[in-house]
């Protein structure tokens, strides 16, 4: 059974972190493409709908492969989480058919029409159909963070008699707080993955020589908006989530700051190792008392270690928790000084011919990308040993009578189908990056 466990939580981490690399640029660029409609619409410059076109095919492409990746993980809850679905699917039933029947159906709808339906729409129509399509996939993203967030914190629930875990209150469920603020903090990371791209494929192109006006567009907008994005990412947004975990899951916190020792004016670990054996960060770099003043904002609080919690209730990973943890912060940290940098030098009007910040954003595009899947470990691994805090372990919700050896079959399939449909996404987006915006008007727009 621990073997099969195993491999249950092995597939589905990799299916659904390849799955959720398209869904985050598309909730990112949703907003970009309404900025770049906008702006259109606003000031009759023809070149930002040329703009628009072409960032709207590659959204096209990308929320193509996220649903086609996205499709498994549904029937993965029966298959591989059969226990855990019987149990729960009363409840995150709720939020994943609405998922696929209000906002899936709504930008997939609108999408379409704004691909293919603009001399039709006219300039107005098309920028409401954008908007539609912006609210769908926005929305889409908050009713998935609050099926999560019931796991990470689950309200709004009665136990059956038979134990099966019943909804008691619908709006306790899609208003979770947890749910508002790590939706809060997920999308504002897909809004930096999305400025990101634009921002590489902009600096590309000044780099390169190559449709320099679009160049100079889309490293103006994503540069405007992901310098406000990224401190948001920081505060309020990572602030109040990490508040919250330090409330609901204590020992998820301990785990992350690879607090081994409960500590009044508790340190922040900038580096370190944890060793498990000895229970203690190695070689550690660390700012006096900093952990306990952002967490209860009074230096001298006191934050509970791993050592007053059972070891049976620790995230079995504390090490991958870690790690991730400390890559989510690290990058993030690093994101604010990339694009604050390139915002200073946008507004004294160098950015353009600065080689070293163009390669650094056109660089920096996989890194988001980074970001994001460590803070999923961090909220997914730190969660366990619970599958629902506090109301299932996660042995208990697998397939008792799906083996390991069905489970890495079918995993090793995902792996091969999933390796050409990587490849697919990259050739075809390399296509539009090559081929460009459509030619420029004359004039200029920077």
């Known amino acids: 059974m621990d073997d099969a466990l195993t491999v249950h939580r092995l597939q589905f981490a990799f299916t659904v972190t ?17 900025i770049l409609k906008t702006q259109a619409l606003r000031t009759g410059d023809e ?86 399509v912006f609210l769908g996939s926005w929305l889409s993203g908050y009713l998935i963070i609050a099926t999560d967030a019931w796991m990470q914190h689950p309200v709004g629930y009665k136990l059956g008699p038979q134990g099966e875990i019943l909804l008691s209150s619908f709006w306790a469920l899609l208003l979770n707080p947890w749910a508002l603020w790590q939706y809060a903090h997920n999308m504002n990371a897909a809004v930096i993955t999305g400025c990101f791209v634009m921002a590489a494929v902009g600096a590309f192109y000044l780099l390169s020589g190559k449709h320099a006006a679009y160049g100079r567009t889309f490293v103006r907008v994503a540069v405007s908006v992901g310098a406000v994005a990224t401190i948001l990412q920081l505060y309020p947004t990572g602030d109040v989530q990490g508040r919250m975990v330090a409330r609901h899951q204590p020992v998820t916190l301990a785990a992350m700051e690879g607090l081994f020792e409960t500590k009044q004016g508790a340190p922040l670990a900038i ?52 790690y991730s943890y400390h890559v989510m912060v690290g990058l993030g940290t690093i994101f604010i000084a990339v694009m604050v940098r390139a915002a200073w030098l946008l507004w004294k009007g160098r950015l353009y011919t600065s080689r070293a910040m163009l390669w650094a954003l056109m660089l920096g595009l996989p890194f988001p990308y980074i970001a ?38 079918t995993m090793i399939g995902f792996m091969g189908l999933y ?20 030619p420029a008007l004359g004039g200029g727009h920077d």
């Open 372 to 409: 994001t899947t460590a803070g999923w470990i961090t909220a997914e691994a730190g969660r366990q040993p619970w599958l629902i805090h506090g109301l299932m372990r996660t042995p208990a919700g697998i397939s008792p009578r799906v083996s390991a050896g069905n489970a890495w079959f």
């Open 271 to 322: 580096l370190g190792q944890p060793d498990l054996e000895k229970k203690r960060l190695d070689n550690p770099l660390i700012l006096p008392r900093a952990l306990s003043f952002l967490t209860y904002r009074r230096w001298k609080a006191e934050i509970k270690g791993l050592d007053v919690f059972p070891q049976a209730d620790w995230p079995d990973k504390i090490p991958l928790v870690y």
């Open 47 to 132: 070149r930002y709908n040329h703009a628009t076109r072409f960032w709207a095919r590659i959204f096209g492409i990308n929320f193509a492969l996220g649903v086609v990746t996205g499709i498994p993980l549904e029937f993965q809850f029966g298959t591989n989480w059969a226990e855990f679905s019987r149990a729960a699917g009363g409840v995150i039933g709720q939020t994943l058919a609405m998922e696929g029947v209000f906002s899936f159906f709504l930008e997939s709808t609108f999408l379409g029409l704004f691909l293919f339906g603009e001399k039709r729409l006219g300039p107005r129509g098309h920028w409401f159909a954008g908007l539609l």
């Open 18 to 34: 390849f799955h959720y690399l398209f869904p985050q640029l598309t909730m990112g660029l949703a907003l970009l493409l309404m």
């Open 419 to 438: 390796l050409v449909l990587g490849i697919l996404f990259l050739f075809l987006v390399y296509r539009e990056i090559d081929r460009g915006p459509a």
